[in-house]
T-cell receptor
Framework: EADIYQTPRYLVIGTGKKITLECSQT?????MYWYQQDPGMELHLIHY???????EKGDLSSESTVSRIRTEHFPLTLESARPSHTSQYLC?????????????FGPGTRLTVL | GESVGLHLPTLSVQEGDNSIINCAYS??????FIWYKQESGKGPQFIID?????DKRQGQRVTVLLNKTVKHLSLQIAATQPGDSAVYFC????????????FGQGTELSVKP
C-alpha cells in the first residue's frame, strides 16, 4: 500500500471560504501531482511538481494554487471556494528519473462547496 | 489533441468469467501504459503496466495486451471475483511528457455473484 496521505477526506464548506487540501508522502518521491475527478469520470491533471520549489499547471485549468516547500508535502489551496469547485481531488507521487512513471495515489479529498 | 479513451463505459460479468476491458489511445509516441483500478471512495490503485517494446504482460490473474498498430490496449481479468468490481482506467505517457499521465474515461466493472 502506498504511503501517501490526504486530509481531510471529506470537506463541506460555504462559498467564499479559503481552504487548503493537504497531501503528504513518505516515499521520498520527487514528483507530485494533483488531479481533479468528477464521479465516474477520468482524472484531469491540475498541478504538478518535479521537486522542491517546482510547480507547474496541469492540463486542466484550475483556480487553485499549490506550493512545494518540502519534498514530502504538496498542499493545494483555493482562495475563495465556489460551487463549481465541488469535486474529488486526488494527490499522487512518483519517482523522478525512472523510465516508468507509476504514480501512487492518495485516497482523495471529496470537496463540496455549498 | 491527445486522448485516451475506453470503448465501453460499463461491463457486467458473472463471477468466475473472464473480463476484458478495452482502451484506445491516440498518441503514437506513447511508450508506457498503466491500468489502474479505482474502488468507490478510494484513489486509483496500480494494477499492471506495459512498455511499448512489449505486446503482452501478465500479472496475477491479469494480462495486459498492447497493439501498437491500432493503438489499442486491453486488460484481461481471469476468473473475475466480486472484489474486482470497480472502475478501471487506462493511462498513457511517454518519456518526453515528463511523467505526466493522460487518463482515459473509466470502465465500470460489475461482477454478479
Amino acid at each position: 500500500e502506498a504511503d501517501i496521505y490526504q486530509t481531510p477526506r471529506y470537506l463541506v464548506i460555504g462559498t467564499g471560504k479559503k481552504i487548503t487540501l493537504e497531501c503528504s508522502q513518505t516515499m521520498g518521491h520527487d514528483k507530485m501531482y494533483w488531479y481533479q475527478q468528477d464521479p465516474g469520470m477520468e482524472l484531469h491533471l491540475i498541478h504538478y511538481s518535479y521537486g522542491v520549489n517546482s510547480t507547474e499547471k496541469g492540463d486542466l485549468s484550475s483556480e487553485s494554487t499549490v506550493s512545494r516547500i518540502r519534498t514530502e508535502h504538496f498542499p493545494l489551496t483555493l482562495e475563495s471556494a465556489r460551487p463549481s469547485h465541488t469535486s474529488q481531488y486526488l494527490c499522487a507521487s512518483s519517482e523522478l528519473g525512472t523510465q516508468g512513471n507509476e504514480q501512487f495515489f492518495g485516497p482523495g479529498t471529496r470537496l463540496t462547496v455549498l | 489533441g491527445e486522448s485516451v479513451g475506453l470503448h465501453l463505459p460499463t461491463l457486467s460479468v458473472q463471477e468466475g468469467d473472464n473480463s476484458i476491458i478495452n482502451c484506445a489511445y491516440s498518441n503514437s509516441a506513447s511508450d508506457y501504459f498503466i491500468w489502474y483500478k479505482q474502488e468507490s471512495g478510494k484513489g486509483p490503485q496500480f494494477i499492471i503496466d506495459i512498455r511499448s517494446n512489449m505486446d503482452k504482460r501478465q500479472g496475477q490473474r491479469v494480462t495486459v495486451l498492447l497493439n501498437k498498430t491500432v493503438k489499442h490496449l486491453s486488460l484481461q481479468i481471469a476468473a473475475t471475483q466480486p472484489g474486482d468490481s470497480a472502475v478501471y482506467f487506462c493511462a498513457e505517457t511517454s518519456y518526453n511528457q515528463g511523467g505526466k499521465l493522460i487518463f482515459g474515461q473509466g470502465t465500470e466493472l460489475s461482477v454478479k455473484p
